[in-house]
């Protein structure tokens, strides 16, 4: 007998061996036969048995006889557990009501295309394809909404959305409306009864441990059957990062300037990329403020003090450093009632272009007169990454968030998001910091040349070591290295920073903003690059082309 076999059958006597041995040669001839199963064989051999306690002897086997019984019950009873889990996938959603909420959310853009999916799909199967090639908050959002059973169809549930952020945007303050199910019950009538918002699902909680890491619930609010996230909108806040200094100094001043110019109701047909499939005939938006201020103190909260405090030019953070108060990040804080297709991005691209001396504020003037103007100039539009929808703003009366479901009793959805950003934003500002340092070691980098840029440091008389010069506070400026003048064609050791290689020669580097130079040989003005063709000319040519095309069909 084998070893592992004898472990089992140790203790058994040989009457029960025997039985034993009889039922094994039958189920082995019912498989010859054709009938039994090798999986009901393989249940009942010694190494899948449990191992008795040493302590008390193993358990007899049945007869063959209690044993095909046995197994003909086991395939009944999985039968039937098969029948309860397809019944249990099979949700009933008419015993529930439905109740009007919006959803206030955050996400990074970066990993996705966009906030909304591409083109109008009404069937499911479509969306979910256009999902996995094209990945999108929306789509993420209704997958959970899905897991969740708060919905049962996207085309059914109302759905509306406050902005429509491209790809790379993110959202700190988007906000969406829609009709999910609801904890209430129906009367004897069939009308729902909606219980109070403290009984209602805990919507917060549940989405969120539906959705990915990037995209956050961070209240709902129960809202008017006439509520539409879009249409029930007051203004939209957008924020734009910057950074000036190195080889993109930015003259602020000129920028405050001209982003005051956009304040008020105008035709921004000039600002924003047009669509002729949409047919859109009115460009006039009203931008209530607009504004470029420093992030010295949102930036130390969000990397912390000993990074936003220093205003030098190794990539850390804060605004207003530098001998001409430009120097460091800041931030476009733009606020209006409702924004064109990439029309932040437009704007944004004039204005890196008056900040960098290449146009002057008036440009955006002239840019708004679309009698003067009546095609878009051809010019590049900023970076998305940097670009954040903030905040999206309703009536007090219309929406009031809820955070949490009890008032200093349950608040867990709140420690959820609050553990879960907090993540989020440590993994980010290491990274950031890591960069930070990447970025300074390299510049530090002392290079052999005979070049001595403007930008060196002024030499002066080495001190001596008992101190020397004017300054009484010489001996606290250990750090700066004083170096005897170079005589003219001799090497010396500079930092590469002191080099200014960064800027190329060849040309002109535009600002395009999140780090991005689009380098071009000279700048042409605005005003004087080639326009494209007006938008009711683009409109009508674009009917044609489909009347044409419905044609030949």
Not at 42 to 63: F, G, I, M
Not at 239 to 250: A, N, V
Not at 284 to 297: C, F, G, K, M, N
Request: aromatic residues 8%.
């Amino acid at each position: 007998m084998p070893a592992d076999l004898g472990r089992g059958y140790d203790s058994w006597e040989k009457p029960e061996l025997i039985r034993r041995i009889e039922v094994l040669e039958s189920r082995l001839a019912d498989l010859d036969n054709g009938g039994g199963s090798t999986d009901t064989l393989q249940t009942q051999t010694p190494e899948s048995k449990k191992r008795p306690r040493r302590d008390s002897p193993p358990v007899p086997a049945a007869s063959g006889h209690a044993a095909e019984q046995e197994g003909e019950e086991g395939d009944i009873q999985s039968k039937k557990d098969k029948k309860k889990k397809k019944r249990a996938k099979e949700f009933d959603f008419a015993r529930f009501p439905q109740r009007k909420i919006a959803l206030k959310l955050s996400y990074f853009g970066w990993p996705y295309h966009g906030f909304a999916r591409q083109g109008n799909l009404t069937e499911d199967a479509d969306a979910e394809r256009a999902d996995a090639e094209y990945p999108t908050v929306e789509g993420e959002l209704f997958r959970a909404l899905k897991q969740c059973r708060l919905i049962q169809s996207e085309s059914a549930c109302g759905y509306s959305r406050c902005g429509r952020t491209d790809r790379g945007v993110s959202g700190l303050g988007q906000v969406v409306s829609l009709y999910v199910r609801s904890n209430g019950r129906f009367d004897e009538a069939g009308c729902p009864v909606l219980p109070c918002p403290e009984d209602e699902y805990p919507y917060v909680k549940m989405l969120n441990k539906a959705l990915p890491q990037a995209v956050r619930i961070h209240a709902w609010a129960p809202v008017q059957a006439d509520f539409d996230a879009r249409f029930s909108c007051r203004s939209r806040f957008y924020r734009y990062l910057l950074y000036s200094g190195g080889h993109g100094e930015l003259d602020i001043a000129r920028m405050r300037d001209a982003a005051a110019r956009f304040v008020g109701t105008h035709d921004f047909r000039n600002f924003c990329r047009l669509d002729p499939a949409k047919q859109i005939k009115n460009f006039e938006r009203t931008v209530l403020s607009a504004d470029i201020v420093p992030v010295r103190a949102w930036a130390a909260d969000m990397l912390g003090a000993a990074t936003a405090n220093s205003s030098n030019d190794n990539g850390d953070f804060g605004g207003d450093g530098g001998s001409d108060g430009s120097r460091g990040w800041w931030q476009l804080e733009l606020r209006g009632t409702a924004f064109l297709w990439h029309q932040v991005r437009c704007m944004m691209g004039v204005l890196f272009l008056v900040g960098q001396g290449y146009e002057e504020p008036g440009v955006v003037n002239r840019l708004l007169d679309v009698a003067v103007v009546t095609g878009k100039p051809s010019y590049e539009m900023a970076s998305d990454m940097p670009l954040v929808l903030a905040d999206c703003e309703f009536d007090a009366d219309d929406v009031q968030w809820r955070y949490y479901r009890q008032p200093d009793e349950d608040v867990t959805a709140m420690i959820l998001l609050e553990r879960s950003v907090r993540q989020q934003w440590q993994e980010h500002a290491i990274k950031a910091l890591i960069a930070s340092s990447l970025y300074r070691q390299l510049n530090g980098i002392r290079v052999r040349t005979k070049h001595v840029p403007l930008s060196a440091p002024v030499s002066a008389p080495a001190a001596t070591e008992s101190g020397g010069g004017d300054d009484d506070n010489s001996n606290n400026n250990n750090n700066s290295e004083v170096r005897p003048p170079t005589p003219l064609g001799e090497c010396t050791w500079l930092e590469y920073r002191e080099l200014g290689y960064g800027r190329r020669s060849d040309g002109i580097d535009f600002v395009r903003g999140g780090g991005h130079v689009h380098h071009a040989r000279r700048h042409v003005p605005l005003l004087e690059r080639p326009q494209a063709a007006p938008v009711e000319k683009r409109n009508r040519d674009w009917l044609e082309r489909k009347q044409q095309m419905s044609l030949k069909e």
